[in-house]
C-alpha cells in the first residue's frame, strides 16, 4: 500500500443480566466495511466478494472458524470478571482491535477495551500485557488475570503483528479495485440570510472517495483562515460509499469582497474546483 492502511475490528456488548449478553461486530479496513457479526448466531458476514476470498487464506481461514467459539469464552470470562468486581448489570463493553500497517512493511497492532464509554484496559503489543486504564476494580481484576493467560497473551501478539498484517495485504490484493476507487467532487455554492446584517456562503462538497479532501473559502483570492465566521462540518457518508461536507463563510452583504470556494481532492490529480459565488 502507498498509505498506510489501518484494519479494525469493533465490537459492542451488552450484558443485561448474568444470563444474557449481546454481541455487535464490525470489521473496517480504513473506512470500507468489510464485514459483520451477525448478533443472533455470530455469523459473519461479508460486504463484498472479494472481502471473502481475501480472508480465506492462510490461517486467517482458521480464525474464522474459531470466531464463535472465542466469543463464547470472552462472554464467560466477562461475567465471571464482572462478578468478581461485584458490579451490577446493565453493563455495556467496547472493544477496539487491529494494526496500523505503514508503507514500509512496518505495522502496529492495539487492542483497547472500554466500559460504559470509558477506556478500561488495552494491550501494550510490544510488552506483551495489559494495563487497567482507570482505577477501579474491574480495571485492575481483569488486567491481572489477562496477563496471567500466556497462552492468550501469545495468540494476540501473533494475531496483531503478523496475522494482521497479512490479512491487510491480502485485502488490498483482492480488493484493489473498490480501495483505490476514485469519485470526483461535485460542488455547489448558495446562501443564507439569516438576519439583515449576516449572510451565510455556504459550499456544499458531496459524492467524493476517498475521505481525504480540501475544502476552502478564498476572499478576492486569497484563503480565508480558521475563524469564528468560518465553520466547517465533519465529513459524512452517503448511501453509495462516496462522502459529503459543508464549509460555511459568515459574512456582511454588499461588502464588496468576492468569494470562491475551492476543492482539493485526489480524483482531480493536481486541479481543484473553484466555485465562485
Not at 475563524?227 to 465529513?235: E, Q, R, V, W, Y
Request: net charge neutral; glycine share 6%; hydrophobic share 40%.
Amino acid at each position: 500500500p502507498a498509505e498506510p492502511q489501518v484494519l479494525q475490528f469493533l465490537q459492542t456488548s451488552f450484558f443485561t443480566n448474568i444470563s444474557s449478553a449481546d454481541v455487535y461486530m464490525v470489521g473496517l479496513l480504513g473506512d470500507v466495511p468489510i464485514f459483520t457479526l451477525d448478533p443472533d448466531n455470530w455469523s459473519m458476514h461479508f460486504h463484498r466478494p472479494w472481502a471473502l476470498q481475501a480472508t480465506a487464506e492462510g490461517d486467517v481461514g482458521q480464525i474464522r472458524g474459531e470466531v464463535k467459539p472465542f466469543l463464547r469464552n470472552m462472554v464467560r470470562y466477562i461475567h465471571s470478571v464482572i462478578q468478581q468486581a461485584q458490579q451490577d448489570y446493565p453493563l455495556v463493553f467496547q472493544m477496539r482491535a487491529g494494526c496500523v500497517l505503514h508503507p514500509n512493511r512496518t505495522s502496529l497492532g492495539f487492542m483497547d477495551v472500554g466500559e460504559g464509554g470509558r477506556d478500561l484496559i488495552t494491550f501494550v503489543v510490544e510488552r506483551q500485557r495489559w494495563e487497567p486504564q482507570q482505577s477501579s476494580l474491574l480495571a485492575e481484576l481483569a488486567s491481572q488475570s489477562l496477563s496471567r493467560m500466556r497462552s492468550v497473551t501469545g495468540v494476540l501478539v501473533h494475531l496483531l503483528s503478523i496475522s494482521c498484517q497479512s490479512v491487510i495485504l491480502s485485502l488490498c490484493r483482492y480488493g484493489r479495485a473498490d480501495l483505490e476507487r476514485q469519485e470526483l467532487p461535485v460542488a455547489t455554492v448558495f446562501a443564507r440570510t439569516p438576519r439583515p446584517d449576516r449572510l451565510l456562503l455556504i459550499c456544499r462538497v458531496t459524492g467524493f472517495y476517498p475521505r481525504p479532501i480540501s475544502v476552502t473559502w478564498l476572499q478576492d483570492g486569497q484563503e480565508v483562515p480558521p475563524g469564528p465566521a468560518l465553520n466547517t462540518s465533519a465529513i459524512l457518508p452517503n448511501a453509495d460509499l462516496t462522502y459529503q461536507l459543508r464549509i460555511t463563510l459568515a459574512v456582511a452583504p454588499n461588502d464588496g469582497h468576492s468569494y470562491a470556494c475551492r476543492v482539493r481532492h485526489r480524483s482531480l490529480g493536481t486541479g481543484s474546483l473553484l466555485i465562485p459565488w
